[in-house]
């Protein structure tokens, strides 16, 4: 199959006008102007006319278990205020509930342009019971030891058992938070994914009150974690980072959510640290209201830098376009082309999958969208940030998907 389009995007270098991809399979096996791929292969083509064609979108962090919780949580006085919110909606929900919030979210997703979604799951005992997703979906394992003891090796279990066959993706663990998850939970969890050669996700330096609780042992959330037995012992001496990092355990496989909350001190630890990859949810972080993004330190660290939606308990919609604006307007020097770069090539890179996902490149697995324009080619990044309608074409593992 060859698909033609009047733009084409392909991460690789200037986009192309009046461009083609040809797909056999699952892979991409040409690219290059229409003339030139419609001159070397053979079958039909679907031409999408005024459409640029790039890359499907990745989001590199999501929650899709807490998708029916949009708009029931305002914004707090303080995060763990949020935390008790989020836990009384969640003390209601049945498995049925956590399974159609999912099945909304791939459906949200999807008409968004997301192609490959990274998915912390904190039920991976529901992964049986669910059909096989229409994204390529990273299932991450997620752990929380702060009330009841977690084995990793059941946890991986689960994800291997309930990954299906004929499903696209792969698995992965999150510890959820150095607030959540104890010393000897996160030390496993890094054992078991090098053993597996899994990505491995954690929150870090979410907020203010992360910070105070362990440099400071102090404020709302030390004080509602200690009220619930969490033994405090490691709070009031270092900074969130600084603790994660004295563990060793991070490399280059971890996918670190969030790191708001930094100091000067952090930066220089920062340095030196093994550059893992960093995801920033912009519209998430908005409605918290957290420290503004270190975006241009962490990038000019060497950092890699994707972005995510997060939930929708904290957030409108499961769009990337809406996260790419809104990072926009937070870093107004951002060129439109690295905002793409974060929801394409970065992101595949933070998952591990930088050879075969973000680009249109032969070799490529086939994940692609289209989206309607009639613009100057030169101006095209500037038009795919700004589109804010649904995608009208969608294919992903080279299948077309329905969006309707």
């Known amino acids: ?26 892979k991409i096996v040409d690219v290059g102007s229409w003339p030139d791929v419609h001159r070397r ?17 990745i989001n590199a962090h999501c929650h899709l278990d807490y998708t029916e919780l949009r708009g029931q949580i305002a914004p707090q006085a303080s995060f763990a205020g949020w935390i008790g919110e989020i836990n009384a909606r969640k ?16 459906a949200e997703a999807a008409q968004f342009g997301t192609t490959t979604i990274a998915n912390l799951e904190a039920f991976p005992e529901l992964l049986p019971r669910i059909p096989p ?17 977690v084995e990793v090796a059941d946890v991986y279990a689960e994800l291997r058992g309930g990954f299906g066959a004929d499903w696209c993706g ?14 000897k ?9 090098a053993q597996h050669q899994l990505p491995i996700t954690t929150h870090l330096a979410e907020s203010r009150e992360e910070m105070a609780m362990f440099r400071d042992g102090s404020g709302p959330l030390f004080e509602f974690l200690q009220s619930i037995g969490r033994p405090m012992s490691d709070c009031g001496a270092t ?43 912009p519209r998430s972080h908005a409605f918290f209201g957290h420290t503004p993004f270190a975006l241009e330190k962490l990038r000019a660290l060497g950092f890699n830098i994707c972005l995510g939606t997060d939930s929708l ?33 970065n992101a595949a890179s933070a998952l591990g999958q930088q050879d075969v996902l973000g680009r249109l490149r032969v070799g490529h697995l086939a994940d692609a969208i289209a989206l309607p324009f009639t613009g100057d080619v030169s101006r095209v990044y500037e038009e795919i940030v700004e589109f804010a309608e649904r995608v009208p074409w969608l294919l992903v593992n080279g299948r077309k998907l329905e969006n309707t």
Request: charged share 15%; glycine share 6%; hydrophobic share 50%.
């Open 1 to 26: 199959m060859i698909i033609r389009a009047r733009a084409l995007v392909t991460m690789d270098g200037a986009p192309i006008e009046n461009g083609a991809i040809a797909v056999a399979g699952n």
């Open 41 to 57: 292969n053979l079958g039909q083509t679907e031409d999408l006319g005024e459409c640029v064609l790039l890359p499907g979108l």
């Open 91 to 106: 003390a209601d929900f049945t498995a049925d509930d956590y399974l159609r919030s999912i099945a909304c979210g791939f």
């Open 133 to 149: 997703p229409p994204l390529r979906t990273w299932w991450f394992g997620e752990m929380i030891d702060v009330r009841a003891a």
């Open 170 to 183: 792969g698995i992965g663990l999150a510890p959820h938070a150095l607030y959540t998850v104890s010393g």
């Open 185 to 193: 939970l996160y030390a496993e969890a890094a054992i078991v994914a």
């Open 239 to 281: 900074t969130p980072l600084a603790l994660l990092l004295q563990r060793r355990l991070l490399d280059e496989r971890w996918i670190v959510a969030h790191l708001n909350d930094l100091t000067a001190g952090d930066f220089r630890l920062l340095e030196s640290a093994p550059k893992f990859h960093i995801v920033h949810c």
């Open 313 to 345: 308990s904290s957030n409108e919609s499961l769009s990337m376009f809406a996260e790419m604006r809104q990072l926009a307007q937070t870093q107004p020097s951002l060129s439109p082309c690295a905002l793409v770069e974060m929801v394409t090539t």
